[in-house]
């Protein structure tokens, strides 16, 4: 990759950055079209993390990407949402455009292409039970909503978190039913009627974690079951779902998706799917 005073500048903000593979799937597309373009990561601490907006779009970066745990606390921080992502109250993807920042949220979209294209997948009509509801677990109650889910269970350790996306829901997508519950409590039950179960907190990320966010007891036949989490690629709470039947999709597809929308906000091209999953993959053998 060359880098020179032409080079156009996107990153990502987040904490920690350890796991994150977006610079090497970016990097990769960019390298693949001849784009003049590179991204770069940034471990910003909660008390850097408010200037580190404007010190990226004073270095004139085009655009860059937020990630956990700021997603929610970047709401603030620019001049202009899109009507989606004023819907979610998260943000994944910053536009820089005439000095302005524009927020958009890319994993709405990402989610929903992953379980259409990948996993074949239709949610309109299904009980779906969610562990979660930071800013990525917004994004799929959107998603969800936008798709026409009939029921949805909200799942979270901090209940002010899930109640707040019962009100996003209540609010935008008044046709589904939705609910929330301890992630702590007993889920067998809720999780047992669920068509499609996905997980949304980070617990099973790194390779050799066998740590599960809820217990698979009630798996079964019929349902699919979903991770965030792309590190591993089949997380334990994945291989434990397909031993019972479960069908499963994993986070990469999502993750490889919104990674490509956000792309072309930034550049206005088209990114080369294909490489840029490659690449990832890649990472993830070699962690
Ligand atoms: P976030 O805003 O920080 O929210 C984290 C959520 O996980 C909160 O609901 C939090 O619960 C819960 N949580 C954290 N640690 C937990 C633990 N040890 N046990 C139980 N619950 C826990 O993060 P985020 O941006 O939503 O990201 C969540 C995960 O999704 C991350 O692993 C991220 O990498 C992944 N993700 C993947 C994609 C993709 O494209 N595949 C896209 C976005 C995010 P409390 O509210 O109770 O603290």
């Known amino acids: ?41 940034f471990k910003v ?25 700021y997603k929610e606390a970047s ?44 996993a074949d997948y239709d949610p309109q009509g299904k009980k779906v039970f969610m562990a979660g509801a930071g800013g990525a677990a917004r994004a799929v109650a959107a998603a969800l909503g936008r798709a026409g889910v009939a029921r949805l269970v909200v799942a979270n350790r901090h209940p002010e978190r899930a109640d707040s996306i019962k009100g996003l829901m209540e609010k935008h997508f008044s046709g589904c039913e939705t609910s929330t519950v301890s992630l702590t409590g007993s889920l067998d039950k809720e999780i047992a009627r669920a068509d499609l179960v996905v997980n949304a907190t980070p617990v099973g990320l790194q390779s050799d974690s066998s740590e599960l966010p809820f217990s698979v007891a009630e798996a079964h036949q019929g349902q699919l079951y979903c991770d965030l989490v792309y590190l591993p690629k089949e997380t334990a709470l994945l291989r434990a779902a397909r031993s019972r039947g479960a069908e499963t999709l994993g986070g990469l ?35």
């Open 45 to 69: 601490r909660e008390s850097d993390f408010a200037r580190s907006f404007d010190g990226l779009a004073a270095l004139g970066f085009k655009g860059f990407n937020v990630t956990m745990p």
């Open 253 to 287: 597809a999502m993750l490889v998706l919104q990674a490509a929308l956000a792309f072309s906000l930034w550049t206005g091209v088209e990114a080369p799917l294909q490489v840029m999953e490659a690449a990832a993959l890649k990472e993830i053998v070699r962690n």
């Open 75 to 118: 709401l603030k921080l620019v001049d202009e949402l899109d009507d989606l992502t004023k819907v979610v109250g998260a943000i994944n993807t910053v536009v820089v455009k005439d000095e302005r920042l524009i927020g958009h949220n890319t994993d709405v979209e990402g989610f929903l292409l992953a379980l259409r294209e990948k």
């Open 1 to 41: 990759m060359r880098i020179d005073g032409r080079t156009k500048l996107t990153g990502i903000i987040g904490y920690p950055l350890e796991y994150s593979l977006s610079p090497m799937i970016h990097n990769a597309g960019f390298e693949h079209i001849n784009l003049n373009w590179c991204y770069l990561p």
